[in-house]
C-alpha cells in the first residue's frame, strides 16, 4: 500500500527532522516547534506521530527513543499541480510541501515590463549583431510568428495552443517583450499581446 500523506503529517515530519538528534526525539520538541510554526495543539501533533508510528515512518530505537525511519517510503499530493510525489522530493514552501516543478515555475518568473531588461536585452543584441528573431529559441520564434499572424492574442489562448504553462507562456512572452517584439494592448475587454510595431 502507498503511503500518501497530507499537509499536517508533512509539519510533522518537517518538525521531526529539525529536532532530531543522534538519539531520536522526543515528542515534546515536536509539539513546540509544532505548535509555534504551523499552530497545531498537542493532541494533534501526538495523534499524527502515532499515524506515522503505524505506517512504521517513526519507530522505537534500542535506546528506547523515538526516530524518524529515512527507510520508509511516502509520497505527498503537490497542491499546486496534484502531482504525486516521492516524499524525498518535495520542497517546503510558505508552509506547503510542493514538487520541485511548482517551485521552479513560482521562482522563475519575468517580469514583461521591465525597463533594465530591456535595456540590457537591446544591449546585448546590439552588440552581437542580432535583428528581428535571431538569437531567439524556436519556441519564441514560433511564438513571435504566431502573434503577428493573429495580430494580438491573449497570453491564456497562447498557453493553451502551445501547450505551455501559464508561467511559461508568461516568461516566453517577457523575453519578447525585452526584445521589443512584441507589447501590451487591451482589445476590446481583453489585454492582448501585439506585435511591438502595431
Excluded at 508533512?10 to 515536536?30: A, L, P, Q, T, Y
Excluded at 534500542?62 to 499541480?81: A, H, M, W
Amino acid at each position: 500500500m502507498k503511503l500518501v500523506l497530507d499537509e499536517e503529517e508533512i509539519w510533522i515530519i518537517e518538525c521531526i527532522k529539525e529536532v532530531h538528534i543522534n538519539c531520536g526525539f522526543h515528542v515534546r520538541d515536536v509539539i513546540k516547534k509544532a505548535k509555534a510554526r504551523y499552530g497545531l495543539s498537542r493532541s494533534t501533533v501526538y495523534e499524527i506521530v502515532s499515524y506515522l508510528e503505524f505506517h512504521g515512518l517513526v519507530k522505537t530505537n534500542k535506546s528506547g527513543n523515538r526516530e524518524l525511519d529515512q527507510s520508509i517510503s511516502y509520497f505527498i499530493t503537490c497542491p499546486v499541480c496534484g502531482k504525486e510525489i516521492p516524499g524525498n522530493e518535495y520542497i517546503i514552501e510558505n508552509g506547503k510541501a510542493i514538487c520541485e516543478d511548482c517551485y521552479l515555475e513560482e521562482h522563475q518568473r519575468i517580469k514583461f515590463a521591465d525597463p533594465m531588461a530591456v535595456r540590457s536585452k537591446k544591449l546585448f543584441r546590439k552588440n552581437h549583431g542580432l535583428e528581428g528573431t535571431e538569437g531567439l529559441t524556436d519556441i519564441q520564434k514560433e511564438l513571435y510568428k504566431f502573434i503577428q499572424i493573429e495580430g494580438g492574442v491573449t497570453p491564456e489562448k497562447i498557453s493553451k495552443l502551445f501547450g505551455l504553462t501559464p508561467q511559461e507562456a508568461r516568461n516566453q512572452l517577457a523575453i519578447l517583450r525585452h526584445c521589443e517584439l512584441v507589447k501590451w494592448r487591451k482589445i476590446g475587454d481583453e489585454i492582448c499581446i501585439v506585435p511591438f510595431d502595431s
